[in-house]
């Protein structure tokens, strides 16, 4: 698991196609990019570990050859919150590892607190797409990790419903 060298990467999420996108914020796993499509300015995730998948460095794209670039479009995943069935046996499975989810009750709806928002915009937005999961549900999507939804508990951005 690697995160992005420098502040421009190759980014692509639903069509195929590859964008130029600047990496604005590095997070635990994953980073925020912005890309322009059609006109629009386009704010993304993108985990780590899905490098050359969904994101790469630029030099990579210049170095594959036309039939691996093909091939990686037809791989490429759109970068949406789903909780499928192997990320939920992989949550299962950490969930019983006491020290990565100390505190944390897997079964429990986590809701965003209304009264006190996130300073940052992804955090924010983090927030909202999790709101009304389960614990474990918003692990197995893989968009956080146990440290992190201990933490907005702690400080209230989220609540337990």
């Known amino acids: 698991m690697r995160a992005p060298r420098t502040d421009k990467v190759l980014v692509t999420c639903h069509k195929d196609l590859w964008h130029e996108a600047t990496v604005k914020s590095l997070l635990s796993v994953q980073f925020t990019a912005e890309y322009q499509e059609e006109g629009e300015v386009k704010r993304v995730f993108h985990m780590y570990n899905n490098r050359n998948i ?23 995943k759109i970068g949406k919150l789903k909780v499928t069935k192997t990320n939920l046996k992989t949550a299962v499975k950490k969930s019983k590892d006491k020290v990565a989810v100390k505190g944390l009750d897997m079964d429990r709806v986590i809701v965003n607190n209304p009264a006190k928002m996130a300073r940052s915009k992804e955090n924010a937005e983090r927030h909202s797409d999790l709101d ?20 907005d508990l702690d400080k209230e951005f989220m609540l337990y419903k």
């Not at 630029?58 to 479009?73: C, D, F, R, T, Y």
């Open 54 to 76: 969904t994101w790469r460095e630029p030099e990579e794209g210049k170095q594959m050859g036309a039939m691996k670039q093909a091939a990686l479009k037809n791989t490429a």
């Open 132 to 151: 009304g999961m389960t614990v474990r549900e918003a692990l197995a999507t893989l968009r956080v990790e146990a440290k992190d939804i201990r933490y």
